[in-house]
């Protein structure tokens, strides 16, 4: 695995323990919580196994399944993000702030959807 992805995977995982613990403090619901973690470990599969031939016949009947599902929680998980509500901000700005954060997230999460779809044509070409 090339160190640029062994960082992405770093940081990933970072990303997730820091989301798990921010739903337990805004206490979202269980199943949110469940969803956002599977979500996240989804996602790391997909770079590590792409990376890891070995594994992939271990999660190949899985692939599919779960690239659709992480894709369909992501967007559902972005259209309900907190909305920005920085005090000493304008309406507008919070309003920006919250376009540019959604566009983060889909940006930084990218790599996993590729990485999932590679994996699938991997394995079935």
């Known amino acids: 695995m090339p160190w640029w992805a062994t960082l992405y995977l770093a940081i990933l995982t970072v990303v997730i323990i820091i989301s798990f613990f921010k739903n337990r403090i805004d206490r979202k619901s269980i199943f949110y919580q469940g969803a956002e973690i599977v979500s996240g470990i989804g996602c790391f599969l997909f770079i590590y196994c792409y990376w890891h031939t070995a594994l992939i016949a271990s999660v ?10 992480v894709i369909s929680w992501d967007m559902y998980a972005l259209t309900h993000i907190r909305k920005s509500n920085y005090p000493d901000l304008t309406e507008e700005e919070n309003r920006e702030m919250d376009r540019y954060s959604k566009v983060f997230a889909m940006l930084f999460i990218l790599p996993c959807y590729i990485a999932g779809i590679l994996l699938i044509h991997k394995l079935y070409s």
């Open 60 to 69: 190949q009947w899985l692939t599919i399944p779960l690239l659709i599902y």
